[in-house]
């Protein structure tokens, strides 16, 4: 069985269906291609294997947790408690693959936390109906504090091999990055993953429609725990220990990397390619203003004025 | 008559929201082969009944049956199974999903687990092709006019094959030739065995399609009897418990010729080079198939969209107002189609809403009296024969008495014109009359009143002069003598060019 339903089995409608949902990412991907060239004039070594290595991995967890979050925002949800996610996937990696369970047994353990901690904030969420921003606002400080109990301070190790890698002069980074994509595709052809959308823009109308709206929505917040803990896992992976904070920035920047990428907040709208794109954006113009010399204040105040300009772009142009 | 057990029924129920009882001892019976009729005004308890039938609701008392076999527990998911099919007066659509994907919604076809986009397409268009809609599967379904989407809506009921089909108002928001589709269909669907329950105000549509009517008032069956020998007017009498004859006030030729709104070369939306005279104290009508352009067309007037145009003068000031608090300066008021979400603020009170307004003129920062406002309040609701506490939420009044609150919200500022966008889609009979009395009334006192409607009639009985508009141009503009249903649905599609008066 191929990942990506070929064509002959989905017949005239899937493709048309995918080419109609680039419509409203067409101009991002030009201005990701813009900075794309930009970077690759600033920096030349980018098409050289070990810079492609290193831009790849500077951006991969980014564009984990862009996914992890566009995933909830399409479901008319929001999760604050990413980068706490994050950091405890960081602290469980770094403690667990150096023990006796070894490195299999570690993402196991990664992978197993994220899920059920998505599940139970899912669970939360959607059982108990209460405002996803506050429950996992509150889960961010349950989640970051549990990574703090495990390792109060940074240390814990990673397999040197495992790094080597990851996060060593090799695609893997890229690699990875292209199985997640080839994944997701995948679940968006089940009728579970579809009925994000419908679940996000209409519950009730999709409720009426027999479709499993809190299966979806409950799903969605455990592959987005998945998701988050991954990252957390490569961060560690990438510095070679684990560090009870390090998740923190990602929070905002998946959000701002969504939101770059066209996802709405009121749920359904927009499309994981545009999350995707928003985080290569968001990653290649830190690397780009690095280039040119900004100062770190600097750079961020651009990277304000980018993703409001990037919002309001395509505001104006409707009228 | 039939001895087969109906496919669906319902057996003296009874639901109360709240302590208010809204359905008492109802019963009906959804034979196979027939269109069957669910008349009421707004809030006589159509909604809950279906609801009911459909699983989405529980009832108080008695029971549902299916197949003459009484189902204790009705879920939406049973109500599926047994082969009810629903299509809500709400629509039930995913904007950012393709047409084919909103139609299989909840009953995608598998292969591998994953979506079977081959056979989707297939069953899709099948399904698509029984009301007409021929656009792509694979476009979006955010990109259609709402009655496209309606058509959409039904689509997806075909769909599932269904033995049973619900329509609530199915078409308030199609066209004529849209109707007309469906119309057909129905009566083919009818000679395939299917029950159909189908809920309307339109009593032409239904004197023409149905078979059975079931007439609710108050949450009481006040009729449950074959339509043969029943004529409109005792059908209007048993939902209102009197006659209809005066529906439409009686129209009466104005003489006025002062210019309200004169605008040449007007573009706005979809409107394109639209030149237009409105005469104080004549009601106008727009007409067309929907999606046309019409709306376009009043919220340009109006500043809430951007318009352009060589030469307007409007109340006297030359120059379009470009803006929704410059067009009230200048005296025009607006009253969206969609009360719900744009009419009105559903969770506010309803005084707040009558109210919001005059808020917009009052200086920002002075202290708001109360004592006026409940004064102000209290007149409307009393004008308007809007009964009950105004400092209920908006969304407790059933759809009539919203868009009278809709209405009302205007009363106070004295507009000269008003620009009314289907005021009476989805408006019980009732509350109709008490609209066109207002509008007439309005019109008497030398105002400008710009009526778009899809209710045909409507246009023919109550307005001085109808504009058509047909693919964002006004393709005719019939005077009173010329009014006919006949007349404006040829000229909305395009059958007829002439007949533009002067």
């Known amino acids: ?319 | 008559m039939t001895t087969v057990a109906p496919l669906l029924a319902a057996r003296g129920v009874s639901k109360a929201f709240f302590g208010n009882p809204v359905l008492r001892g109802v019963s009906i019976a959804l034979q196979p082969g027939r269109v069957h009729a669910l008349l009421g005004e707004n809030g006589a308890g159509k909604s809950t009944l279906i609801n009911l039938l459909s699983g989405a609701l529980r009832p108080d008392g008695g029971e549902i049956e299916v197949d003459g076999r009484a189902v204790p527990r009705m879920t939406p998911a049973l109500a599926r199974q047994a082969g009810i099919a629903v299509v809500q007066q709400e629509l039930s659509l995913t904007a950012s999903l393709s047409i084919a994907e909103n139609v299989g919604l909840g009953a995608y076809p598998k292969r591998f687990g994953l979506i079977d986009y081959k056979e989707l397409a297939a069953r899709a268009k099948a399904a698509c092709a029984l009301v007409g809609l021929n656009e792509p599967l694979s476009t979006p379904v955010g990109h259609l006019a709402l009655g496209r989407r309606q058509m959409v809506e039904i689509a997806k009921a075909l769909y599932r094959k269904p033995r049973v089909l619900i329509l609530d108002e199915p078409t308030s928001s199609l066209s004529s030739t849209e109707t007309k589709i469906l119309t057909d269909l129905l009566e083919r669907l009818r000679g395939e065995g299917i029950a159909i329950l189908y809920i309307s105000h339109r009593l032409n549509e239904v004197m023409a399609l149905c078979q059975h009517v079931t007439v609710l008032k108050d949450g009481t069956c006040t009729a449950d009897r074959s339509l043969v020998g029943t004529d409109a007017t005792g059908l209007v009498r048993l939902m209102v418990g009197r006659d209809p004859g005066d529906l439409f006030p009686k129209w009466q030729p104005f003489v006025s010729t002062t210019t309200a709104i004169s605008v040449r070369k007007f573009s706005a939306g979809l409107m394109r080079d639209v030149d237009l005279d409105i005469r104080a104290g004549e009601v106008l009508g727009i007409g067309g198939l929907v999606g046309q352009g019409q709306e376009d067309l009043l919220l340009g007037l109006y500043g809430a969209i951007p318009g352009r145009t060589a030469s307007a003068v409007v109340n006297g000031i030359s120059g379009l107002p470009g803006g929704v608090p410059k067009a009230n300066a200048l005296g025009l008021a607006y009253v969206p189609a969609d009360r719900k979400r744009e009419g009105l603020h559903l969770i506010h009170p309803i005084l707040t809403n009558m109210m919001l307004p005059a808020f917009a003129r009052l200086p920002a920062l002075k202290l708001r009296s109360r004592k006026t406002e409940r004064e102000t309040g209290k007149s409307l609701a009393a004008q308007l024969a809007i009964k009950g506490d105004l400092q209920r939420p908006a969304q407790a009044l059933s759809g009539g008495n919203q868009q009278k609150v809709a209405l009302a919200k205007w009363m106070p500022h004295d507009p000269l014109v008003l620009l009314l966008n289907d005021p009476t889609r989805g408006v019980d009979v009732e509350t109709k009359r008490e609209i066109y009395l207002m509008l007439r009334t309005f019109a008497a006192a030398g105002k400008a009143v710009v009526l778009l409607s899809s209710d045909t009639s409507e246009l023919v009985h109550l307005c001085d002069r109808v504009a058509v508009v047909r693919e964002g141009r006004i393709t005719a503009t019939l005077e009173r003598a010329a009014l006919s249903e006949e007349a404006i649905v040829s000229a909305a599609m395009g059958a007829e060019k002439q007949k533009v008066a002067a």
């Open chain 1, 1 to 319: 069985m191929s990942i990506v339903p070929s064509a002959k089995s989905t017949g005239a409608l899937y493709w048309p269906v995918q080419a109609r949902r680039n419509i409203g990412v067409r101009s991002l991907f030009l201005v990701v291609l813009a900075f794309l060239i930009a970077y690759g004039v600033l920096f030349p070594g980018l098409f050289a294997a070990s810079g492609f290595a290193k831009f790849t991995q500077s951006w991969f967890p980014l564009a984990l947790v862009a996914m992890a979050q566009a995933i909830l925002m399409l479901t008319g949800g929001i999760s604050l408690a990413i980068g706490a996610t994050v950091s405890l996937g960081a602290v469980i990696a770094a403690t667990t693959m150096a023990g006796p369970f070894g490195v299999a047994g570690g993402a196991a353990a990664v992978a197993l936390t994220g899920l059920g901690i998505g599940a139970a904030t899912g669970f939360i969420v959607v059982k108990l109906r209460l405002p996803a921003i506050v429950v996992t606002l509150a889960g961010s400080f349950i989640i970051g504090g549990a990574a703090l109990l495990i390792l109060p301070r940074p240390g814990g190790a990673i397999p040197a091999w495992l790094s080597d890698l990851l996060a060593g002069d090799t695609p893997a980074a890229f690699v990875l990055l292209v199985v997640i994509v080839l994944l997701w595709k995948l679940y968006l052809a089940t009728p579970l993953g579809l009925s994000l959308y419908a679940a996000g823009e209409n519950p009730v109308g999709a409720y009426r429609s027999g479709v499993p709206v809190d299966a979806a929505r409950v799903a969605a917040y455990a592959i987005s725990g998945l998701l988050s803990t991954g990252a957390g896992l490569f961060v560690a992976a990438q510095t070679g220990s684990g560090d009870p904070v390090i998740g923190t920035a990602f929070t905002l920047n998946s959000i701002a990397a969504a939101v770059l990428g066209g996802i709405g907040f009121l749920g359904g709208q927009g499309t994981m390619r545009g999350a995707l794109a928003g985080s290569l954006l968001l990653s290649l113009m830190i690397s780009v203003m690095f280039f040119l010399g900004f100062t770190p204040v600097a750079q961020y105040v651009a990277q304000g004025l980018i993703i409001i300009g990037a919002v309001a772009i395509p505001q104006f142009r409707k009228v």
